[in-house]
């Protein structure tokens, strides 16, 4: 069956780093669009990085942009989100998501969490 299990999340000081992985199992993963999604408390869900297929073309929320980096190993079927100078706004539930190209619908990771705290 389709898995997506994140790993990585923690708690981590303001100004420091994490790094988010996501791996993919149950279908063609070089095939998917994937994308890391947070939640917050009391938020909605937003989208806070996507990548192509390929790894070429990547998005950011401009709150993320020149801090975060996704990047994909398709042949080890895993996603990345490398997060820097995080700030405790970034304290959320990160999900994994994949979609495949030109549909509405896909599958979501359960979750990480990841707190920027003093």
């Known amino acids: 069956q389709v898995q997506l299990v994140e790993s990585g999340g923690g708690l981590v000081q303001p100004g420091g780093s994490l790094k988010l992985s996501c791996a993919a199992s149950g279908f063609i993963f070089s095939n998917y669009n994937m994308r890391w999604y947070r939640q917050a408390p009391g938020k909605e869900r937003e989208l806070v990085a996507s990548?192509?297929?390929?790894?070429?073309?990547?998005d950011y929320l401009d709150s993320a942009k020149g801090r975060f980096t996704i990047s994909r190993d398709n042949a080890k079927k895993t996603v990345y989100l490398q997060m820097n100078s995080l700030r405790p706004e970034d304290t959320a539930v990160y999900y994994c998501?994949?979609?495949?190209?030109?549909?509405?619908?896909?599958?979501w990771g359960q979750g990480s969490q990841v707190t920027v705290s003093s």
């Open positions: 998501h994949a979609r495949y190209p030109g549909t509405t619908t896909g599958h």
């Open positions: 990548i192509d297929t390929t790894g070429r073309r990547a």
